[in-house]
């Protein structure tokens, strides 16, 4: 009778139970199989025992039989017991490691009762029930806050600083008036604070969209426009992707002017980026009220009041920006029409004296910076293609007449204009691609500079690069020399440039206020420097760091760690990989098990991977920190992913095809670099994926954040990206919190919509306000953001209608503050490609 039981049973089960013993079975040998080898590695035996346990389970299941079920309990045990000695209380690490055993174990409770010896209808669906409420529960807790940090903001020590004194030469990037956006840190302190509190942390939710004004320029490929437009008088200057100048009324988003410089996409280097504009009003000229006189005079209908060409006042306020084909552009600030006294009729070719420049090679990204009358512009060197690049010589230029000023070779010193007859600026140089900050008093103007082309190969650099490159360099604007350098990495072969501009502050001391700045790195890293002598006013550590690699007797032994502030997390561990089911975690375990990782600087290896951590987006990158000045806070976001690379000998990477831009093709046909063939991700486009690195002994692959192929989803656990705020005083964290929801994430690149506080990577900064409030876009689920500085607390949000990889501006025109950003996207970023510029504003009172 028992026997005939169990036959029924198991008929009972029938095609159910073999699909799912089925599914454990397939599950097992994948999970067995790779155990094994994680385990040969010396890593985690636990993907070897819960896949033989699997295996056996499914088996049993399979066959109709009890054991099967008492197989799959303990391997359900297991696990939990196993993830709870792993992951601690990190939510996001029980997420690979329990999620899909719990649906799993939801499938076979339902399916037990109908095998032999198995439990009761009513027990399976109690135990169904429990595992669906645990589901649940778990999931609506990945709507909860994870991993923020909150000090007492009472503690924090809020500091007394006197407003800015104006300047000499009262130009807006040095004194902005209080209702201005001067430059693109607002000023040339580059704080991004301004004192406007019209819009405060007990209103802001009543911002409103007022303007939406759409450029009309969106390249096809390689989007990322990354504009911070200008506020001065009553008018927006702004520049496009492809540099295409534009004047608004800063109160309507009414176009007033606009110049296109006419740039070929053949030109843009690896983003069409055009960060912002400079702005400059000559000796003697009042810029607010020549703006507001254009506004009265276009109003009417009437001619501006400079429009008169060659007139006394032609020119006399002017928008200059860089081109992506290495021009210096001015135009009239009231008109839009080139000036005629500076260069060659409203032009300078900056690429003169440097020799053979392909096109892409040579591209002004940011905004000049003003001092002192000069024009000083760096500008990006395509990276990864050739060891032999272009100069990355620096430039100042007359703002007036557009006259070179001086040039400064780092290598050549005594090259103090153009190069002599037949000569060029030194190839292969460092290069200032983003932003400087000026101090018009010191007559300094501060260059976050590059790493010598070629990025992952140092062995053919000269002294002079080893003592400039990935160093912060102060140039008085007088001389075109350096007055002083200070280096945040030694020998840089991380890619590890510094992007950020550096923050000036009066930086409090026991003796008073110094002059100070303070310089955030993509290694995490925040040095406070006096900005006189470049002497740390904080400490900083040469430490022990990895040394080894394919260059070994090149590896500096030491590193400098600063005591101050540090964004960097901890080392990762095997434990720190991740996934949505155990076996892309088993994959990228086993990767990270595979390569070469000792810790940050972990030296590049070509026989293996190696782990770069963090990668080359920050830390910090070119969106810099915001400073309020007043609370004494530093808003800092941040990305925390690693990059997986691999150096690539050269006979290897000529089989391949990896050849520079120029040889390889047309860059738009490729997808934005010299090729994208390169990257576990295969034919990715990120920056280094599959880079010739032609004259060194490597190429260099390149696996931007450590993503899978398949799923697109990275290797290492949640968060990817933060935003933090820090007393300035001290160092100290105030809050520190995950930055960028899962709304556009998710894997297989779909999105899931989820306003799951995941932290997301992210680009670009904020602005902060004397209202209590941070200003952010940056992530990629485009969204912008208002948020309390006390607290990190959200107040206020609203979806972008393209990414936000930009940063705002805050401004007030007529008694209205405003609130403008530029949504153009971003490829890299994977956010959709726009041309929006968009303003808020409070609703105005009836």
């Not at 996001?92 to 010896?117: E, F, H, Q, S, T």
């Not at 176009?255 to 912002?276: F, H, K, L, N, S």
């Not at 500096?556 to 997390?569: D, N, V």
């Not at 155990?582 to 990782?597: G, K, T, W």
């Amino acid at each position: 009778m028992t026997t005939s039981t169990s036959t029924v049973s198991r008929l009972r089960a029938g095609w159910s139970a073999r699909i799912l013993g089925a599914l454990l079975v397939l599950l097992g040998l994948v999970l067995g199989g790779g155990g094994g080898w994680l385990l040969a590695i010396g890593g985690s035996g636990y993907y070897l025992l819960a896949g033989i346990g699997l295996l056996v389970s499914g088996a049993g299941i399979a066959l109709g039989r009890r054991w099967g079920l008492i197989g799959f309990a303990a391997v359900f045990a297991g696990t939990l017991a196993w993830t709870a000695w792993e992951s601690g209380l990190d939510y996001w690490r029980w997420i690979p490691r329990l999620g899909l055993m719990v649906v799993l174990a939801i499938a076979v409770a339902l399916l037990a009762p109908r095998l032999p010896g198995g439990p009761s209808r009513r027990a399976s669906y109690i135990v169904t029930g429990v595992l669906g409420l645990v589901f649940v529960a778990a999931f609506a807790l990945a709507f909860a806050p994870h991993g923020v940090t909150r000090a007492d903001w009472s503690a924090h020590r809020p500091m007394a600083v006197e407003p800015r004194p104006a300047a000499r030469g009262g130009q807006p990037a040095d004194a902005p008036a209080d209702g201005d956006w001067g430059a693109y840190g607002r000023d040339n302190a580059a704080t991004r604070y301004t004192r406007l509190d019209q819009i405060n942390r007990e209103n802001v939710d009543q911002l409103e969209k007022v303007w939406t004004y759409r450029t009309g320029d969106l390249p096809e490929h390689r989007w990322g426009a990354e504009t911070t437009p200008l506020k001065i008088g009553d008018a927006l200057y702004l520049c496009t992707a492809r540099n295409i100048l534009i004047s608004l009324d800063a109160a309507t988003g009414e176009e007033r002017w606009r110049y296109d410089p006419q740039v070929d996409d053949a030109y843009i280097p690896y983003t069409a980026a055009c960060r912002g504009v400079a702005f400059y009003a000559s000796p003697g000229t009042a810029p607010a009220q020549l703006a507001s006189e254009a506004s009265t005079a276009a109003s009417a209908g009437a001619a501006p009041p400079v429009a008169i060409a060659g007139g006394p006042r032609a020119c006399a306020t002017r928008v200059i920006e860089g081109t992506l084909d290495g021009r210096l552009i001015a135009v009239d600030a009231q008109t839009g029409t080139p000036c005629a006294d500076f260069g060659d009729n409203g032009q300078v070719d900056i690429t003169e004296g440097m020799g053979e420049t392909p096109p892409g090679y040579v591209s002004i990204t940011s905004p000049p910076t003003i001092v002192r009358g000069v024009v000083v512009t760096g500008h990006q060197v395509l990276d990864g293609q050739r060891r032999w690049a272009p100069s990355g010589v620096i430039k100042g230029f007359d703002a007036v007449t557009g006259e070179l000023r001086w040039a400064w070779d780092m290598v050549r010193p005594d090259i103090t204009g153009l190069p002599p007859e037949g000569e060029t600026y030194t190839r292969g140089t460092p290069n200032m691609w983003t932003i400087a900050s000026g101090d018009e008093a010191l007559g300094y103007v501060y260059l976050p500079m590059a790493n010598s082309s070629a990025d992952y190969w140092s062995g053919s650099r000269r002294p002079e690069e080893d003592a400039y490159a990935t160093s912060l360099v102060a140039l008085d604007v007088t001389t075109g020399r350096p007055a002083w350098h200070f280096q945040t990495v030694h020998i840089d072969v991380w890619d590890y440039d510094l992007g950020s501009q550096a923050t000036l502050v009066d930086f409090p001391t026991d003796a008073g206020a110094v002059p100070a700045l303070v310089l955030p790195s993509k290694q995490g890293d925040m040095y406070v420097l006096d900005r006189r002598t470049g002497q740390p006013l904080v400490g900083v550590e040469e430490r022990p760091v990895p040394g080894g690699g394919v260059e070994p007797d090149r590896r500096s032994p030491t590193q400098p760690f600063s005591t101050y502030h540090t964004l960097a997390q901890r080392d990762l561990t095997e434990r720190d990989m991740w996934g949505i089911t155990p076996i892309d975690q088993l994959v990228c375990r086993i990767q990270f098990r595979h390569a070469s990782y000792d810790g940050i600087y972990t030296a590049p290896t070509a026989e293996r991977r190696f782990v770069q951590y963090p990668g080359y987006n920050g830390g910090s990158d070119w969106g810099g920190i915001a400073v309020d000045t007043d609370r004494g806070v530093i808003v800092a976001n941040y990305n925390d992913m690693p990059n997986y690379n691999r150096l690539v000998t050269r006979d290897r990477a000529d089989r391949l095809g990896w050849q520079p831009r120029e040889i390889a093709g047309d860059p738009e046909a490729e997808g934005g670099r010299g090729n994208t063939r390169g990257g576990d991700m295969g034919g990715s486009t990120a920056e280094g994926a599959g880079d010739p690195q032609l004259g060194t002994p490597y190429a260099v692959d390149v696996n931007a954040g450590w993503r899978l192929p398949f799923t697109g989803l990275l290797c290492k656990q949640p968060p990817y990206g933060g935003i933090r705020a820090i007393s300035l005083a001290t160092g100290r964290t105030i809050w520190d919190r995950p930055f960028g929801t899962a709304r556009r994430n998710g894997p297989f690149g779909i999105p899931s919509m989820l306003p799951i506080d995941i932290g997301t990577p992210n680009n670009a900064g904020s602005a902060v306000t004397a209202g209590g409030l941070v200003f952010i876009a940056a992530a990629t689920d485009d969204l912008i953001r208002a948020i309390d500085i006390e607290t990190g607390e959200t107040l206020w949000s609203d979806v972008l209608p393209a990414g936000g990889q930009a940063g705002p501006a805050v401004y007030e025109v007529g008694g209205r503050q405003f609130l403008v950003i530029m949504s153009g996207g971003h490829h890299f970023m994977e956010t959709p490609a726009g041309d929006h510029v968009t303003a808020y504003a409070l609703p105005r009172r009836q």
